[in-house]
């Protein structure tokens, strides 16, 4: 049974950085894709960035270019996020998912794992 387990997240100010890890176990095959969403208070969940196990990486969305950079450890079986720069907006639930596909899309519904989610809050 693949399990997700997110964890990172915290109260920041404005310009300040946290990394969100995804902790991943299950996975019978080598190859899969694992994503981050963010879903902010009252809004839909939306695709932020995504990594394949053959090391592809997408990162979706203006507003987080040149802030947030992706990255695996495939040792340790962890995705992380490093979020810099942060601003009020990037305020919300992360989770981290995962398919099997082995592609990257930022359709949430592409994706069969899912994580229980961690709180980031930008306070201004």
């Known amino acids: 049974e693949v399990q997700l387990q997110a964890s990172g997240g915290g109260l920041v100010q404005a310009g300040g950085s946290l990394r969100l890890s995804c902790g991943a176990s299950?996975?019978?095959?080598?190859?899969?894709?694992i994503a981050w969403f963010h879903q902010a208070p009252g809004k839909e969940r939306k695709g932020v960035s995504c990594i394949t196990s053959g090391g592809g990486r997408a990162l979706w969305g203006d507003s987080v270019q040149g802030r947030f950079v992706i990255s695996s450890d495939n040792a340790k079986n962890t995705v992380s996020l490093q979020m810099t720069s942060l601003r009020s907006e990037d305020t919300g639930v992360y989770y981290c998912a995962a398919t099997t596909r082995r592609l990257c899309h930022p359709d949430y519904s592409r994706y069969e794992y899912w994580g229980q989610g961690t709180l980031v809050t930008v306070s201004s």
């Open positions: 299950g996975f019978t095959r080598g190859d899969y894709a």
